[in-house]
Each structure stands twice: as C-alpha cells, then as structure tokens.
T-cell receptor, first 114, second 114 residues
Framework: SQKIEQNSEALNIQEGKTATLTCNYTNYSPAYLQWYRQDPGRGPVFLLLIRENEKEKRKERLKVTFDTTLKQSLFHITASQPADSATYLCALDRESGGSYIPTFGRGTSLIVHP | NAGVTQTPKFQVLKTGQSMTLQCAQDMNHNSMYWYRQDPGMGLRLIYYSASEGTTDKGEVPNGYNVSRLNKREFSLRLESAAPSQTSVYFC?????????????FGPGTRLLVL
C-alpha cells in the first residue's frame, strides 16, 4: 500500500540552527511533492512544490530536496527562528482515474527554542 | 478576497443529530475537498469534487455526504453523527486535479460529538 512517513516525534532545535525534516514514501511514483506549514488551530498553508526532475528548490530560508531513488524529500529551514515553530506536512499526488489527488503525511512538529 | 471560508467554526452535537458544514471559495477554483484531521492521523480525505457537478469518495467517506452546490460552494453533511466523527474538518480548493496543484485550506470546523 502507499505510505507517506514523516517523523512523528517533534524536532527541537535552537534558534539560528538549520532544521531538517524528512518525508519518506513507498509505492508512489510522484511527479510532484509539496510541503505545507500548519499552525495550531489553523489550516495548512502551501510553502513549496518540487518536481521529480528537480533535485532542489529554494525559497528564502527554505530548501527542499527530492530524491526519487531514495524515495525521500528533505525540507530545510536555515537560520531558524521561534516563529518557524509549527507542524510541517509533506504531500504527494495519488493518481486516481487520470486525476491526481493530494495525499498528506501526518506532519512533523518543529519547535525552535530562543 | 477571503480565500476559503468555513462555517461554523465550532459545533457540539449529540449522537444521532445531523448537521451540514459549509464551505465556500472565491478563487474560481474548479476542485474542492473535505478532510478530517485527528491527532496522530494527519489529514484524511473524506470526499472531493473535481469540478462543479461531480463528487467522489476519498479515503474515509463512510457516514458523510457531500453536495457541490455550485462552483463556489461544497458542503459536507453528517446525517447521524457519531462520537467517532469528533474531529477538525478542513475544506480546501485547488485549480484542478492535474498534478502538483496547490491546495488552499479554510480555517477549519471543530466538531465535538457527545
């Protein structure tokens, strides 16, 4: 069966350090992978999309890598700040009758300590 | 431009009662979705609508019905609420069901079934 795995344990880091979150998947051949941020009591918000033929994508302090051989995406936040504390979700498209339905991982909570 | 709006924000039901969760988007998106989010389970797709006039089951459709009233509105109905349906419900929309479509989420409805 198709699975998306994100570390269920919270990641605690010190302000200024680089946070690295992992998304592993099995039985998918995604053409796209997305990362979302979710704050408590709010809906997820889109951050970045990376295509299968892109090894890396950057946006300000965010960097995403996508390794289709390892079936893994890494999400990095450099120079992390307490305001980066949130849950981060990865999402892959599941093909269904020619349509692509996003399927989300359970998310990893990031806590940045001042 | 409000994005995706959901009503109500919070609801308490007794077992067996019915209710309808409302969702509307003003981004002229074709596709709309209903998810539920439970602790440790992540976002799970209940139903989705690829375009006006169509609806399809997602991962966890049992106990729910949906209506795509028009292009803007997508409602979720619980005919006979059960405690297992206590959850946070998110509505989302996207341009379509082609791969890599960004999803835009509403603020969520917290439902407690006693």
């Amino acid at each position: 069966s198709q699975k998306i795995e994100q570390n269920s344990e919270a990641l605690n880091i010190q302000e200024g350090k680089t946070a690295t979150l992992t998304c592993n998947y099995t039985n998918y051949s995604p053409a796209y992978l997305q990362w979302y941020r979710q704050d408590p009591g709010r809906g997820p918000v889109f951050l970045l999309l990376i295509r299968e033929n892109e090894k890396e994508k950057r946006k300000e302090r965010l960097k995403v890598t996508f390794d289709t051989t390892l079936k893994q995406s890494l999400f990095h936040i450099t120079a992390s700040q307490p305001a980066d504390s949130a849950t981060y979700l990865c999402a892959l498209d599941r093909e269904s009758g020619g349509s692509y339905i996003p399927t989300f991982g359970r998310g990893t909570s990031l806590i940045v300590h001042p | 431009n409000a994005g995706v709006t959901q009503t109500p924000k919070f609801q308490v039901l007794k077992t067996g009662q019915s209710m309808t969760l409302q969702c509307a988007q003003d981004m002229n998106h074709n596709s709309m979705y209903w998810y539920r989010q439970d602790p440790g389970m992540g976002l799970r797709l209940i139903y989705y609508s690829a375009s006006e006039g169509t609806t399809d089951k997602g991962e966890v459709p049992n106990g729910y019905n949906v209506s795509r009233l028009n292009k803007r509105e997508f409602s979720l109905r619980l005919e006979s609420a059960a405690p297992s349906q206590t959850s946070v419900y998110f509505c989302a929309s996207s341009k379509g069901l082609a791969g890599g479509q960004t999803q835009y989420f509403g603020p969520g409805t917290r439902l407690l079934v006693l």
